[in-house]
């Protein structure tokens, strides 16, 4: 075990010991209350991405229901480690905890990008992360992340993102064709996906993006949606914007927790770290409805982009690359007990969810005719 898991351990027994005998040495009525606990959380996004605003707004949620006895404190990326190191820093104890996405660390296994980014195989974000809890995906996420990989973390999901968009180009894209030479940006299998349809393809950061643009490093990107691309400029460097896409419509954010420091809270302070995710998880949702539809709208009135819907030549291109993708995924044994276990579950739940629901964009079409350019 590395100094500093021991070093974590050690601080919090003796804050606790601490306050008992603290409390015991008066032998008064009344406790004297105790110093929080505080948990370093680093996210992989910027200050000023909206995303470090959902951390934010998990933080304050674990603060409020532990009455002040435990509470995080946000960083942004590059604070500690950078923007794909948190995975390392929250095993090694650097950090007690992070807010990222699993597909940051598609370098450390492809499986990874499962969990999130994968294949579409008919479910949205939210049947996926109904498999992590309901599915059998969380006993596959922690079989990857401690017993193959062998580390000492912990995470939970929360928050099933909408579908990302397709990206910002110079000049329009209509067919699959269209995007053979294209330099393009975006992460994990995503990578062998757009590769596979003629893309050559750079895993950045967020924050590398508009420098890369700006450098001709690469001429189109995909980020994640229209709240985090406004933030970093994407507007100012591309005005074509394609909603709806295969290549990451399934991703959920990861509350990463260091397993050791996790195991010395009391159980209740690890009740609220776990069941906080999920109350993170519908805030981030409503706040993400109100800002992701009103920074569109800015995007197009006042920035000048030209939003697009992404053809359906493409978008069928897409699901053919993934054709070509799968089976040399599932020469990996994990992988393949992993897209069997998700194919399983979309199948039995999509199916209720896609012949349930209305046609949502007919009602759409009913109220505000004209808006919709299908």
């Known amino acids: 075990m590395s100094d500093s898991k021991l070093n974590r351990r050690s601080f919090l027994k003796k804050t606790a010991l601490a306050g008992g005998a603290s409390a015991g040495a008066l032998a008064a009525p009344a406790v004297l209350a105790q110093a929080p606990i505080v948990l370093k959380m680093q996210t992989s996004w910027g200050a000023s991405n909206i995303w470090d605003e959902f951390a934010k707004d998990y933080a304050s949620r674990v603060d409020e229901m532990s009455g002040g006895r435990l509470k995080i404190e946000v960083l942004p990326a590059g604070a500690v480690v950078g923007a794909f190191q948190v995975l390392d820093a929250v095993n090694d104890g650097v950090l007690d905890a992070a807010h990222s996405v699993p597909v940051y660390w598609y370098g450390k296994s492809k499986a990874a990008s499962l969990f999130g980014t994968g294949p579409v195989f008919g479910g949205s974000a939210t049947t996926m992360l109904s498999w992590f809890y309901e599915g059998g995906g969380a006993e596959l996420y922690r079989e990857l992340t401690q017993d ?31 995007l053979n030479g294209f330099k393009y940006r975006t992460v994990g299998l995503a990578a062998d996906l757009l590769q596979e349809m003629g893309m050559s393809v750079a895993q950045l950061p967020g924050g590398e993006i508009v420098p890369a643009m700006e450098r001709g490093v690469i001429d189109a990107f995909e980020f994640n949606n229209p709240s985090s691309d406004k933030d970093f400029g994407a ?140």
Do not use: C
């Not at 909408?162 to 269209?178: I, M, R, S, Y």
């Open 148 to 178: 193959i990989l062998g580390l000492d973390v912990v995470g939970y999901m929360g928050f099933p993102m909408f579908a990302q968009p397709f990206g910002w180009f110079k000049g329009e894209v209509n067919t699959a064709a269209d």
């Open 235 to 374: 507007h100012d460097v591309a005005k074509n914007y394609y909603l709806s896409s295969y290549h990451q419509a399934s991703e959920s954010f990861e509350f990463l927790f260091n397993k050791f420091t996790l195991e010395d809270l009391d159980p209740d302070l690890q009740a609220i770290l776990k069941y906080g995710v999920e109350a993170a998880s519908t805030a981030n949702t409503a706040k993400a409805m109100r800002r992701y539809s009103a920074d569109l709208k800015w995007l197009q009135e006042e920035a000048g982009v030209t939003v697009h819907r992404t053809s359906t030549d493409i978008l069928d291109a897409q699901l053919k690359a993934w054709d070509t993708l799968i089976p040399s995924l599932e020469e990996d044994p994990f992988m393949k007990k992993t897209l069997d276990s998700q194919r399983a579950w979309v199948e039995q739940v999509a199916y209720y969810e896609i012949m349930n629901a209305p046609d949502l964009a007919l009602a759409f079409d009913h109220y505000f005719p004209g808006k919709l350019k299908l």
